[in-house]
């Protein structure tokens, strides 16, 4: 019964977009293995069926069950690996990559986009010392692991394709090294595209909750750069309500900062305060130091000793 319920649904949902099978499933599964999923004579791997879910903008905890042994410790690695990519340690994240690399199967189109996106985030040894990709390494990295499942991505149409949480991640990435890159009008062009796309796709699901504040901070923090304020703030604003409802606060503080910066930018320097002391006790609350050092640092930069907390 689970299995039949999980394929009408998708089945049910597909229709709703209207997709064809072999476009759902492009990059993930064969059409044939897509068929039997909807009719209920096979289900793919946990990877697989989790993809699918996300790219018709479902909820993808109910599959957890389905873990195998080996997915399961995948899953693990994977995990832990998410930890080193946001905490920037490369040093406990590559040793576990490559204890990934050693039990993926060849096949696991999105366990290797997976690894290649962490390795575009984590560096790479060399003569024994880590050192970072390239500019030019990190696109050709991240956009092969974004063709591992959408060969025909195209980055200047990303609202007309179909991804999962984790492909949009990918994109992401893209943005941030065009954005490193110095092109930031490129970037803010695959931050609206991504965000516009999560809007539609991911609306009111929980799922989407970890990449729409991430999107909007990284969107926000590149118009600022071009000095776009005020629309900054409002970008900022949409990423800050994901934060609070869904409770992810891993990017609230950067982003209630980057709201203050905005606002003495735009000589409103009683609300840049307002908002200042709140990026600042948040980053004290849940510890995040590398963000509480830029923030003292913009306080004292654009308001020197003429503040108070």
Not at 10 to 18: A, S, V
Not at 62 to 88: G, R
Not at 257 to 284: T, V
Request: hydrophobic fraction near 35%; glycine fraction near 6%; proline fraction near 3%.
């Amino acid at each position: 019964m689970k299995k039949l319920f999980i394929g009408e649904v998708i089945r049910k949902r597909r229709m709703e977009l209207g997709l064809k099978q072999y476009e759902l499933c492009e990059g993930i599964c064969e059409p044939v293995t897509m068929s039997r999923l909807e009719t209920g004579k096979q289900t793919p791997s946990y990877n697989k069926l989790k993809t699918i879910l996300q790219r018709l903008g479902l909820p993808d905890d109910q599959c957890y069950m389905l873990l195998s042994k080996n997915e399961m410790l995948i899953s693990d690695l994977q995990t832990e690996i998410t930890s080193c990519n946001v905490l920037k340690d490369p040093e406990r994240g590559l040793p576990k990559i490559e204890e990934l690399e050693k039990i993926v199967e060849p096949d696991d189109t999105l366990t290797r986009q997976f690894i290649l996106r962490s390795k575009a985030s984590l560096g790479k040894k060399e003569n024994g010392q880590i050192v970072s990709y390239t500019l030019n390494e990190k696109l050709d990295i991240l956009f092969e692991a974004i063709r591992l499942t959408t060969p025909n991505f195209d980055i200047d149409a990303i609202y007309e394709g179909l991804y999962s949480i984790d492909e949009i991640k990918v994109i992401n990435q893209i943005a941030h090294v065009y954005s490193d890159f110095g092109e930031n009008k490129k970037a803010i062009d695959i931050y609206y595209q991504l965000l516009k796309y999560i809007k539609k796709h991911f609306q009111n699901i929980l799922q989407s909750s970890g990449v729409l504040p991430l999107v909007a901070f990284n969107y926000a923090r590149e118009l600022v750069l071009i000095g776009h304020y005020a629309e900054a703030v409002e970008i900022a604003e949409t990423g800050w309500q994901a934060c609070v409802q869904y409770g992810q606060y891993y990017t609230l503080p950067a982003t209630i900062a980057l709201i203050a910066e905005c606002y003495h930018f735009l000589e409103e320097d009683d609300k840049s305060k307002i908002f200042y002391r709140q990026a600042y006790y948040l980053c004290q609350a849940i510890n995040d130091k590398g963000c509480l050092n830029t923030v003292v640092s913009e306080i004292q930069k654009y308001f020197g000793n003429d503040f108070s907390f």
